[in-house]
């Protein structure tokens, strides 16, 4: 991902993620792999899709080529909506028939983007967190698939969450956590009256980076978090 920041060093200790990248952190928790390999998870509304084509843009604007994968092929309305998104970011997709395996397009989509010479490569997957055990079957396969694919992918998993929820958000960390082991947090929505409140009980509780922040529906809208702006915004009552 984007090293905005690489002061913040990881333990030497073990345990899970959540436990060796401090909150706020934009430090690579990839391990220095090409292409790197991310999975971007969350229920369907909260704007992952789209999340995905501002980082592809982010990620582009800093000097990198990332690819995205239209792994959610349970909605054929996602493969489409990410299809718009990344042309409007100028990036390469690679999409499959509705109903393929997803695990099959993620394989081809490591395959395709080392072969194009991309990376990051940004995965898109269903938020069918209502059907937890089918979710956590296809998750699970598409992390020991992306393993196959590319060493140590997938290399981050970031968990985009609606900042308007509340606590329902916070228990949609904790879902997606021990399904699909999340890194990073990317925090949406935030341009309107919510102040994101939710990113301190995710430090607090779960203490897992935020590593993005959604301010406004246009491409560029999408920017590293700040620890240092996000306490301001809160004090000055806007963002």
């Not at 991309?118 to 598409?142: F, Q, W, Y």
């Not at 999340?182 to 409140?197: E, Y």
Request: hydrophobic share 40%; net charge neutral; glycine share 10%.
């Amino acid at each position: 991902m984007v090293d905005n920041d690489l002061s913040a060093e990881r333990s030497t200790e073990g345990g899970p993620p959540s436990q060796r990248w401090p909150v706020g952190s934009r430090s690579d928790p990839t391990n220095g792999h090409h292409p790197q390999v991310t999975l971007i998870v969350g229920v369907n509304g909260t704007g992952k899709t789209t999340t995905i084509g501002k980082l592809a843009n982010l990620l582009k604007a800093s000097g990198k080529q990332p690819l995205v994968c239209a792994a959610d092929t349970f909605r054929a309305a996602a493969v489409e909506q990410l299809a718009i998104w990344a042309e409007r970011a100028h990036v390469d997709i690679v999409r499959a028939k509705e109903g393929s395996d997803p695990a099959a397009v993620v394989f081809d989509a490591i395959q395709s983007g080392r072969a194009r010479g991309c990376d990051p490569i940004l995965v898109d997957t269903a938020g069918r967190l209502h059907t937890r055990a089918n979710l956590m079957s296809e998750l699970g396969k598409i992390r020991r698939v992306a393993g196959r694919a590319a060493e140590g992918a997938p290399h981050e998993v970031l968990l985009v969450l609606d900042a308007t929820v509340g606590q329902n958000g916070l228990a949609q960390a904790r879902e997606f956590t021990s399904v699909a082991g999340v890194t990073g947090i990317v925090l949406t929505k935030l341009d309107g009256t919510a102040k994101g409140g939710i990113a301190v009980a995710i430090a607090h509780d779960l203490k897992l980076p935020i590593r993005y922040v959604g301010v406004g529906e246009g491409i560029d809208d999408l920017i590293p978090f700040s620890a240092q702006d996000y306490v301001d915004a809160l004090f000055q009552e806007k963002w």
